[in-house]
């Protein structure tokens, strides 16, 4: 996996908070991007505008336990969990309820759904601007006559409503990685009979779509939280694979231009880790929600370089000689003993996702310096930042 390069000209160097013995390079850039804190912030003001009146939420608002755990002890009822498992069926629903469509926005055939049961779905809906920029983008490149590729997690929220609104204006798939992106183009190159690619990708294109065809012109967009280089690695190979095959004097005869559909919150996240990776540290953590796509690519980055530690907030931190971390390669939370090793100073680097609230990284940061009685607290060192 290829690190994000380092942009010229602005300074994605960490900052250190320098306790002493313990020394924490904590990323340039981290945690809420703006269209988490937009999501809450309209939440909870739903909830304050409708008292009395039952209100849910498609599925989770983000990817964060906490965070979703206090909406619903407001009150807030989750229709479906992140993987699409229906909690409360929409026939549950009448037209005085309130829903509330999350920040990775929704599929046209439940917004469908939820209008012909009489709810308003424009009222309140956190979509991210820059999840819909995506939908406009491919809606730009599909009227071009071009099949849009999506490079995401095939049962990811964002993924499924980019493929369902991707998907009513043009022939759309979905690739999860560069093995699928190689599998994709042996039906352009013709290496493989079209009438395999059904069973190659399965579930993952959409009705119609017809493999001898629609594989001649394509365009690439992104879940907004993949990783940047990843999706620029495929971006770039396939493109490649367009222009061998079809000899074409203009690329863009054959391949869409779409590189503007990464956000910038999981860019700059990203770019401020790969910043932060250039010192040298023992170990990185990251706080994040276990099933957040964009913290897990965060980890992979800093697991390339370092022992790194993926936990959901502080109380995972057991003692100085034992961590309770998430291993999202098996999907498990597992114990690590002897984790926090006796050096002066200790180098930690530190970061968190874009769903990911800041009292949580400060809650690791208080955690990590009652294990190395320095004399500053984090008040303090705040102080002399300010
Ligand atoms: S990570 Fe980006 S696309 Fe996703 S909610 Fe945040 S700002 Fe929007």
Redesign the pocket.
């Known amino acids: 996996m290829k690190k994000p390069d380092l942009p010229a000209g602005r300074d994605f160097s960490p900052t250190l908070l320098d306790f002493g013995p313990l020394q924490i390079y904590l990323a340039r850039h981290f945690g809420f ?4 804190e937009n ?1 809450i912030e309209i939440a909870f003001k739903t909830v304050e505008e409708n008292p009395g009146k039952r209100i849910f939420l498609l599925s989770e608002m ?1 990817h964060n336990p906490q965070v979703n755990a206090d909406l619903q002890s407001h009150g807030v009822q989750f229709m479906q969990d992140t993987y699409g498992q229906q909690l409360i069926a929409f026939d549950e629903l009448q037209k005085e309820d309130v829903v509330i469509i999350p ?1 990775f926005g929704t599929t046209l055939e439940i917004e469908k759904k939820l209008r012909d049961i009489g709810i308003q779905t424009e009222k309140y809906n956190t979509t ?4 819909e920029k995506v939908w406009n983008r491919s809606e730009a490149i599909a009227k071009q006559n071009y099949t849009v590729v999506i490079h995401g997690k095939p049962k990811h929220e964002e993924t499924r409503a980019t493929f369902s609104h991707a998907s009513s204006n043009a022939p759309s798939v979905v690739v999860k990685d560069m093995n699928e992106a190689k599998e994709l183009a042996k039906y352009i190159t013709g290496e493989k009979p079209a009438t395999d690619f059904y069973a190659s990708f399965k579930g993952q294109y959409s009705k119609g779509f017809d493999a001898e065809k629609d594989l001649q012109r394509i365009g690439v967009v992104n879940q ?2 993949m990783l940047a280089s990843d999706t620029q690695a495929i971006a770039d190979f396939l493109k490649k694979v367009m222009i061998e095959t079809f000899h074409h004097a203009d690329p863009q005869e054959r391949f869409a231009d779409t590189r503007d559909t990464l ?4 860019n700059d996240n990203q770019t401020a880790v790969s910043g932060m990776l250039e010192t040298e540290a023992h170990l990185a953590i990251v706080v994040g929600g276990y099933n957040s796509s ?1 913290t897990s690519h965060l980890v992979e980055l800093c697991e390339e370089n370092l022992p790194t530690f993926f936990i959901n907030n502080e109380e995972k931190i057991l003692s100085a000689k034992e961590i309770l971390h998430f291993n999202f390669h098996i999907k498990e939370e597992v114990t690590t003993n002897d984790w926090l090793p006796v050096k002066q100073p200790l180098k930690v680097l530190l970061t968190s996702g ?1 769903s990911c609230p800041d009292a949580l990284v400060e809650g690791v940061i208080n955690k990590l310096i009652s294990f190395h009685h320095s004399t500053l607290t984090t008040e303090q060192l705040i102080e002399q930042f300010q």
């Open positions: 991007c703006y269209g988490v999501a983000i920040a991210c601007p820059f999840v907004t939280t956000c910038y919150a999981t964009n874009a």
